[in-house]
T-cell receptor
Framework: AQKITQTQPGMFVQEKEAVTLDCTYDTSDQSYGLFWYKQPSSGEMIFLIYQGSYDEQNATEGRYSLNFQKARKSANLVISASQLGDSAMYFCAMREGLETGFQKLVFGTGTRLLVSP | NAGVTQTPKFQVLKTGQSMTLQCAQDMNHNSMYWYRQDPGMGLRLIYYSASEGTTDKGEVPNGYNVSRLNKREFSLRLESAAPSQTSVYFC???????????????FGAGSRLTVL
């Protein structure tokens, strides 16, 4: 069963607008972590933001925020004021196994974001 | 600030050839990982090493072997390459620990492997 689902293969947004990238997850763990990574065309994986399952506040990092809805098992990434440099592939990922002591990161299939001038 | 270093960056193999992808990190991290990235599939975990001296299978281990040579180095070996192993391979590391919930994976730059 898919643990991380990103249903948007591609998204388009105009510069300076906000965009939401969807991510839903499936886990039976009580303690888990959710991540977003950015992969520009150069190929490297860049960490953007983290949300712990027990964090009550939504995580924010500059223009990035994570809209965490635990009951719905969703962890959407919101990018405010999009910039041309935001054009990239975005991956949602979940870390399970915090209770067992070893943690693996499981990735979704990604959403390609294109920001137009 | 080297972080995670992977070699080689590009490799072309013929079916049946063997090769080893090397990975080294200089951040004193305990845990190391090998992922493969294929179009439309995201990143899938091949093998991981929770600490020096231990390795475990991930989601797609068939056709691969790994060695955690020491705390810094974690290599991935293809004994008899197949076209299905054409992919981009990423090595990653993190400091680990039960209490380190927010510790992120630090990735290498990737190795693009083509098997003809």
């Amino acid at each position: 069963a898919q643990k991380i689902t990103q249903t948007q293969p591609g998204m388009f947004v105009q510069e300076k607008e906000a965009v939401t990238l969807d991510c839903t997850y499936d886990t039976s763990d009580q303690s888990y972590g959710l991540f977003w990574y950015k992969q520009p065309s150069s190929g490297e994986m860049i960490f953007l933001i983290y949300q712990g399952s027990y964090d009550e506040q939504n995580a924010t990092e500059g223009r990035y925020s994570l809209n965490f809805q635990k009951a719905r098992k969703s962890a959407n990434l919101v990018i405010s004021a999009s910039q041309l440099g935001d054009s990239a592939m975005y991956f949602c990922a979940m870390r399970e196994g915090l209770e067992t002591g070893f943690q693996k990161l499981v990735f979704g299939t990604g959403t390609r974001l294109l920001v137009s001038p | 600030n080297a972080g995670v270093t992977q070699t080689p960056k590009f490799q072309v193999l013929k079916t049946g050839q063997s090769m080893t992808l090397q990975c080294a990190q200089d951040m004193n991290h305990n845990s190391m990982y090998w992922y493969r990235q294929d179009p439309g599939m995201g990143l899938r975990l091949i093998y991981y090493s929770a600490s020096e001296g231990t390795t475990d299978k991930g989601e797609v281990p068939n056709g691969y072997n790994v060695s955690r040579l020491n705390k810094r180095e974690f290599s991935l070996r293809l004994e008899s390459a197949a076209p299905s192993q054409t992919s981009v391979y990423f090595c990653a590391s993190r400091s680990g620990g039960i209490l380190s919930g927010a510790n992120v994976l630090t990735f290498g730059a990737g190795s693009r492997l083509t098997v003809l």
